[in-house]
């Protein structure tokens, strides 16, 4: 297999990645188990509207520069930082 191909490979194993727990924090946390997650408190709200409200934008957040440090990592591995 070809460098660029291993390159892309190892980028959308990445991307999907991020999706991937991105959807459990927003969808499944924040909508499907709210009302389990309810039952814990987080700084005086319950887990699940915390989740719902603010923990999956700043899970997001997190996974920006998470994706961007990898990326970096990956661009290193494979020769082909831009600067």
């Given at each position: ?8 490979k190892?980028?959308?194993r ?66 082909v930082?831009?600067?």
């Open positions: 297999m070809s460098k660029a191909k291993d390159y892309w190892a980028n959308l990445l991307v999907a990645m991020c999706i991937a727990i991105w959807f459990v924090v927003s969808f499944v946390f924040g909508i499907l188990l709210a009302e389990q997650l309810n039952s814990v408190r987080l700084g005086g709200y319950k887990l699940g509207f915390w989740f719902a409200q603010q923990g999956s934008m700043y899970i997001f957040v997190a996974l920006i520069f998470f994706y961007a440090h990898r990326m970096n990592i990956l661009d290193r591995k494979f020769g930082r831009e600067d």
